[in-house]
């Protein structure tokens, strides 16, 4: 079982729409988890982190985090075609503040 | 404001050759990292110095060295390239390795192996 996992997709949604994004991970020790936005060719970008159980609203952006059930979500809002892109899901690892990264779930809003 | 720089962008080597990326911060972080990334597997941590004067092995060390040169630059080595170490690689910082803040990637340097 891989640390942090990810559906790979495609997950297609038309624009305007709600997209989910999920990612489970199986290190209970885990206290902090990043969403990145990666453009093919590009550099992984930050889009939110979430330390603590529940929801945190940025923009159209809300990541929701369950320790409990061991759960990350990223909701994006009203889905434009400029949200189409790879998301990856991170935990880190308190001691050397190391990530351990999922394969990562594409996005692609149709227009 | 340049934030996390690596160089080069693109190289192609032969099998055997050796290479040295490099990477450079100017935000005062004191931990970087490298990290490989290969189709569907997102990335992978190869080596990461917490601060100056320490380096450790991250998931998939084999084949690669790493140097801190100072507290901005965090090279690594590939002694013997292998056409399985065709890749893209990202280096990171971030302020410490107890910091909250996310990881800052710099732009990649993407690597063929013949």
Not at chain 1, 39 to 53: A, F, Q
Not at chain 2, 47 to 65: F, H, I, L, Q, R
């Amino acid at each position: 079982q891989k640390e942090v996992e990810q559906n790979s997709g495609p997950l297609s949604v038309p624009e305007g729409a709600i997209a989910s994004l999920n990612c489970t991970y199986s290190d209970r020790v885990s206290q902090s988890f990043f969403w990145y936005r990666q453009y093919s060719g590009k550099s992984p970008e930050l889009i939110m982190s979430i330390y603590s159980n529940g929801d945190k609203e940025d923009g159209r952006f809300t990541a929701q985090l369950n320790k409990a059930s061991q759960y990350v979500s990223l909701l994006i809002r009203d889905s434009q075609p400029s949200d189409s892109a790879t998301y990856l899901c991170a935990s880190r690892r308190e001691y050397g503040n190391k990530l351990v990264f999922g394969a990562g779930t594409i996005l692609r809003v149709k227009s | 404001n340049a934030g996390v720089t690596q160089t080069p962008k693109f190289q192609v080597l032969k099998t055997g050759q050796s290479m040295t990326l490099q990477c450079a911060q100017d935000m005062n972080h004191n931990s970087m990292y490298w990290y490989r990334q290969d189709p569907g597997m997102g990335l992978r941590l190869i080596y990461y110095s917490a601060s100056e004067g320490t380096t450790d092995k991250g998931e998939v060390p084999n084949g690669y060295n790493v140097s801190r040169l100072n507290k901005r630059e965090f090279s690594l080595r590939l002694e013997s390239a292998a056409p399985s170490q065709t890749s893209v690689y990202f280096c990171a910082s971030v302020l410490g390795p107890y910091s909250n803040q996310p990881q800052h990637f710099g732009d990649g340097t993407r690597l063929s192996i013949l």
